[in-house]
């Protein structure tokens, strides 16, 4: 999976916050019912919340990588809309079909 440079930069930089960083992520994928898939549907939309291009760019290929469809990923961009508005939703929808359009081959 795609990594950007700071990211792998972070982890080299900051090996035993990184370790503490993804125990805290798993335990909080693991402490409720929502599956894989769901879980990185709803961080998507958290990401396009915060309008983060990378947050976004991740969890789309982290929902593809679980199983969602180009259309379920478009769907929770959609859902973004009457939340955080144009402005978050139409840039999120550009990031995403990046990604996707990078993962046809």
Request: aromatic share 6%.
């Amino acid at each position: 999976m795609y990594l950007p440079k700071h990211f792998q930069a972070f982890k080299a930089n900051f090996p035993d916050i990184h370790t503490s960083y993804e125990q805290l992520a798993k335990a909080c994928r693991d402490h409720g019912p929502l599956d894989q898939k769901t879980q990185d549907l709803v961080k998507l939309g958290i990401a396009i919340g915060q309008n983060s291009r990378g947050g976004v760019m991740s969890n789309a290929r982290k929902a593809m990588a679980s199983g969602a469809t180009h259309d379920e990923i478009h769907h929770a961009i959609l859902l973004s809309l009457t939340t955080v508005g144009f402005p978050a939703m139409i840039p999120a929808m550009e990031w995403v079909d990046d990604v996707l359009e990078k993962n046809q081959d």
